[in-house]
């Protein structure tokens, strides 16, 4: 072990044994001044499923938070980026419809693109016990019937293997459930300040099957509003742009048709779709107020430019089958088997970025560069697993091991068809491949992953104080690609290329439970992150600068992590209250950081050879009396760059690359985030009770990417094509913008009723309107368009739910 990593050992060990002793007599202490507390002031024990076995939060031995359903309701938490807002370390950066970045405790290498098919996950997300994360396009599950969301911070590769690089995040259903029958209705009404109107209904059947099985039917349909304009040719302008839909059904049995013997199929449907984006221009080359020869567009807040909208379409089937024998001796077999298909079509419009091409660099007038550009992005995934395992144990020895088996296609192609291009240029369109006449840019990457994996896990009680816990996950990994590129923007041809990987990934912990009411545990784990293969870059498009520095980059290494922590884990306040705080510290190395290649209009991913990520969070929650609880979440988080990637051209300047320099923050995470949440209630009858919940949310500032630290990075040349700037001549030389996006503070309320069947609450979204920057987007490096993904704004509405 190195000297940094002792030094961060002897860094956060003593943390431990000191804040145990504290809490220690503060649970003590509780214990004798509040004996007299009735059970309904204790706060709600929490099972949860992390370690694949029943326990409750307190009693894991590692960081975890766990959002149950009564809180997802109760808060008005309808997404996993709501769910974010309020789990230490936890950060989902939108990125725009059906899209998002989510790290754990700081360990990111920035914004994945669309177009990176290749690059693999940094946190692994599961529904139940199938693995459903994508990179960039990992499902928003609908929330509704929804019994809990698991967040496991710190690498859980031993038991979840790659893309659980710096945590887990798990969806936990609600089961089919055969000993009676129960249904529920939900159904909400909305409408945003200055925008358009949603609303939702939602639906679950419970019912068992004759002696030995049950079904269970959840189904929802939401309408989101939109509150984004358009600023369009000829004057036009659109209104609420951004609205969409989404619906869908999860159908699940389960029969038993032994006592020992339990089967759970299941089939999971949902189907996303949405007008367009929730982009806020600041800068867009066909549409701003220094132009002299084209029409003057003022973009304001929460607007843009287009020539058209752009929709986007993810539809997301998965089929999986849970079997599950208990043989005896304390022994059980699971068997976890999922197929999961997606296709997704995102359509961007690309006039900008195309009109930087041929009115900026070509020098082609209005008429062509005018043209509709519309650029259509299509995934589409299939993929199959297959996980076995065996568990057992007594109350000394609990252990699991198993063999897990994945292989999936992911195919992805672009197509940007501009009609009218070639008979208004005579240039000749028509590529040797694959793009038709009039398609600038065309693709087809076609990649295949397989892997293999064996895992095991075991904890071994060493005392009545003490538990060791040691595990260990042996990887395969081989990528196939076949990609071709044509038309007029690319490089045309066709390549292959092959990758592989294995590797282990070990975990060690130590639970000592240093009194009734308090427990240390340390750990030592390791996580990992697959390599993969860069497209090529899109030659005739870049710059002879661009080409040296982004050139020759052709693979990426596995990025692998190791975390070392301490954590404290309390009950205080005699069985009122929990407090747990964790400090840690992760040591990246060969971090794959993604880097927007200029003029290229292309993305390509470096290793950084040295990063870390060092922090703490806490989390405390009080059942302050009958009527009343509240919580508090909060991490603080730096993240840094401890290496500086450089580039040399040919005449022997060295530059370094995409803003990779020591001591650079690491992309997509606040380096502070805290959530104050809150719920009073009061009787109102025998039957029925009133309740108010409020929860306030701060996110700090970061930064979307990497690169966006580049020196000069936030200021635009205008005059960059010269003569040909569109719109030209210009009135100003240069555009400027802060690429470090602020923080910003998100209050909700809602003020209800409820009894043992009905809950009817009005509620208040974004109370304060704040307007939040959330992602930083841009088209060939800021030179065509800068833009942000902002926030919905201000919201009323009303929920009604019903159980039978």
Request: charged letters at 20%; one cysteine or more; hydrophobic letters at 35%.
């Amino acid at each position: 072990m190195n000297t940094r990593k002792n030094h961060a050992i002897r860094k956060v060990l003593p943390f431990s044994i000191l804040t145990a002793l504290v809490f220690s007599s503060m649970g003590v202490s509780a214990q004798q001044t509040d004996e007299g507390s009735s059970a309904s002031n204790l706060l709600e024990e929490v099972i949860v499923t992390a370690r694949k076995r029943e326990e409750t939060l307190q009693d894991v031995p590692f960081s975890i938070s766990a959002t149950t359903e009564k809180q997802l309701q109760e808060r008005g938490i309808m997404t996993l980026e709501d769910v974010s807002r309020t789990v230490a370390g936890f950060s989902v950066q939108n990125l725009g419809p059906g899209q998002s970045q989510i790290a754990i405790r700081g360990a990111s290498a920035g914004q994945i693109v669309r177009d990176q098919p290749g690059v693999k996950e940094e946190v692994g997300v599961y529904l139940d016990e199938s693995v459903i994360s994508l990179s960039l396009f990992t499902p928003d599950i609908d929330l509704y019937d929804m019994k809990r969301v698991e967040v496991l911070r710190g690498p859980q590769g031993t038991l979840y293997g790659s893309g659980s690089l710096s945590g887990t995040v798990r969806y936990i259903t609600n089961q089919p459930d055969a000993s009676q029958n129960s249904a529920g209705f939900e159904f909400s009404a909305n409408t945003i300040d200055s925008g358009s109107s949603g609303g939702s209904g939602k639906g679950f059947l419970n019912a068992p099957i004759g002696d030995s099985g049950a079904m269970r039917i959840t189904t929802y349909y939401e309408k989101t509003g939109g509150w984004i304009d358009a600023h369009q040719p000829n004057n036009g302008f659109a209104k609420n742009i951004n609205s969409g839909e989404r619906y869908g059904a999860r159908v699940a049995f389960t029969f038993t048709p032994t006592d020992n013997l339990t089967i759970t199929p299941r089939l999971v449907y949902q189907k996303v779709e949405v007008d367009g984006w929730n982009r806020q221009d600041a800068f867009n080359i066909l549409g701003n107020t220094w132009t002299t020869t084209r029409p003057t567009v003022d973009i304001k807040k929460n607007q843009q430019y287009s020539q058209f909208r752009d929709p986007f379409t993810d539809e997301f089937t998965l089929l999986d089958l849970n079997i599950n024998w208990d043989f005896g001796n304390d022994m059980t077999l699971t068997s976890v088997t999922s197929y999961t298909d997606r296709q997704i079509l995102a359509v961007r419009d690309a006039t900008a970025l195309t009109a930087s091409i041929t009115g900026g660099s070509i020098g082609f007038g209005p008429d062509v560069y005018t043209l509709n550009a519309p650029l259509n992005d299509a995934t589409d995934v299939s993929g199959f697993t297959q996980e076995l395992r065996v568990a057992g144990g007594d109350e000394k020895l609990t252990w699991v091991a198993g063999a897990f088996y994945s292989t999936f296609d992911r195919n992805y192609g672009q197509g940007l068809l501009v009609t009218g291009f070639e008979d208004l240029t005579g240039i000749p369109t028509k590529g040797a491949f694959i793009a038709p006449k009039d398609g600038l840019f065309w693709s087809d990457l076609r990649y295949n992953f397989d892997q293999l994996a064996f895992f095991g896990e075991a904890s071994y009680a060493v005392s009545e104080t003490l538990n060791l816990t040691g595990g260990v996950r042996y990887y395969d990994f081989s990528e196939n690609r076949v990609q071709t590129f044509d038309g007029i923007f690319a490089a045309p041809g066709t390549s292959k290329g092959k990758t592989t990987a294995s590797g282990w990934a070990p975990r060690i912990i130590a639970d000592w439970n240093f009194s009734d009411n308090v427990s240390v545990n340390a750990q030592i784990s390791k996580g990992f992150r697959l390599g993969g293969i860069n497209d090529p870059l899109n030659i005739p498009l870049c710059t002879p600068s661009d080409l040296t520095t982004f050139g020759g980059n052709d693979q990426w290494k596995d990025e692998t992590l190791w975390n070392y922590e301490t954590g404290i884990k309390s009950v205080i306040m005699n069985g009122r209250g929990t407090f747990n705080v964790a400090v840690f510290y992760q040591d990246i190395k060969d971090l794959q950081a993604t880097v927007t290649a200029g003029s290229c209009s292309s993305r390509v991913v470096f290793n950084v050879p040295k990063a870390h990520s060092t922090g703490i969070e806490l989390e405390l929650a009080i059942q302050q009396t009958e009527r009343f609880d509240w919580a508090v979440t909060a991490s603080y988080i730096e993240a840094q760059l401890d290496s500086t990637v450089t580039s040399t051209a040919s005449d022997g300047t060295v530059s370094i690359v995409g803003g990779i320099k020591k001591g650079n923050r690491l992309a997509t995470v606040p380096k502070l985030q805290a959530a104050l949440a809150g719920t009073y209630v009061w009787p109102m009858n025998n039957a029925w009770e009133g309740y108010t919940n409020a929860i306030v949310q701060y996110i700090g500032d970061r930064y979307t990417q990497i690169g966006d630290q580049a020196a000069g990075f936030g200021t635009v040349n205008l005059q960059i094509y010269g003569a040909n700037s569109i719109g030209g001549p210009l009135t100003k030389d240069t555009f400027t913008f802060n690429p470090l996006l602020p923080s910003y503070t998100i209050a909700n309320i809602r003020l209800g009723m409820r009894n043992d069947q009905w809950d009817v609450s009005f509620y208040v979204n974004n109370l304060t309107n704040e307007h939040a920057l959330l992602a930083l987007d841009q088209e060939r490096g800021t030179n065509a368009r800068v833009g942000y993904l902002v926030n919905q704004p201000r919201t009323y509405g009303i929920t009604a739910r019903v159980r039978f």
